[in-house]
């Protein structure tokens, strides 16, 4: 006999994954496009160049011309991007000039760039050349100076062991890869050798007179 059995449950049905609620529920369908989405509604353009634009800058600002080509990337039409980006500047939602002082004061702090590189690094970005001129004039010489000295004595401890000539080698590349002239790393990385130097004799001469102390034969 094929009767029920006590306590049996009836056939489970299969769900499909469990959506989570709250804030994370919207981030991850901002990151996978699920069907519904503003980008889904092809008939009005704007909307979804606007729904672009906001996900975009949810994240991180971004200049005019990062946004521009994303839209170009989605297949936005020109007219309706233009509309919304315009749109964006006028409120404020875009600002190219305030883009640019933030990434100048993040990167000279952070990575120790030169006024050189991120000048490159804010055309790469689109930003126009006389507004990115405008916030690495923020960086004057002697805060450029003081960033290349703090990058070489970062790396000093590990090139004790080498020659001179190669540690200085070394130490100008790796300030011109940060952007740094030539004349301006040669300085800074004299300097800091010398100072190196100094202060290695200082602690040669130090241990020698404890040496003595100990031991007067020495003498």
């Known amino acids: 006999m094929t009767g ?96 640019a002082r933030m990434w100048v004061n993040s990167r000279q702090a952070g990575r120790g760039l030169a006024r050189r590189a991120l000048q490159a690094e804010l055309r790469a970005k689109g930003v126009d050349p006389e507004v990115a001129a405008e916030a690495v004039d923020l960086v004057d010489d002697d805060d450029e100076r003081e960033a290349a000295r703090r990058l070489v004595e970062r790396r000093l401890n590990g090139m004790r062991r080498l020659d001179r000539a190669t540690a200085t080698r070394r130490l100008i590349g790796m300030l011109a890869r940060k952007g740094y002239s030539g004349g301006l790393a040669a300085a800074v990385v004299r300097d800091a050798l010398d100072r190196d130097a100094l202060d290695r004799d200082a602690l040669d001469s130090e241990d020698d007179a404890a040496a003595l102390l100990f031991d007067p034969d020495l003498a």
């Not at 519904?36 to 008939?43: A, I, M, T, V, Y």
């Not at 906001?54 to 080509?69: C, M, N, S, V, Y």
């Open 4 to 99: 029920d059995r006590p306590g049996r449950r009836g056939p489970r049905t299969r769900r499909g994954p469990r959506r989570p609620d709250g804030p994370e529920s919207g981030l991850q369908e901002m990151d996978g496009e699920p069907p519904g989405s503003p980008e889904d509604d092809k008939g009005d353009p704007e909307s979804v160049a606007r729904a672009i634009c906001l996900r975009a800058l949810t994240g991180a600002p971004k200049t005019r011309q990062q946004l521009a080509d994303l839209l170009a990337k989605r297949d936005v039409p020109e007219e309706a991007a233009v509309a919304v980006l315009d749109r964006f500047t006028e409120v404020g939602l875009i600002d190219d000039a305030a883009f």
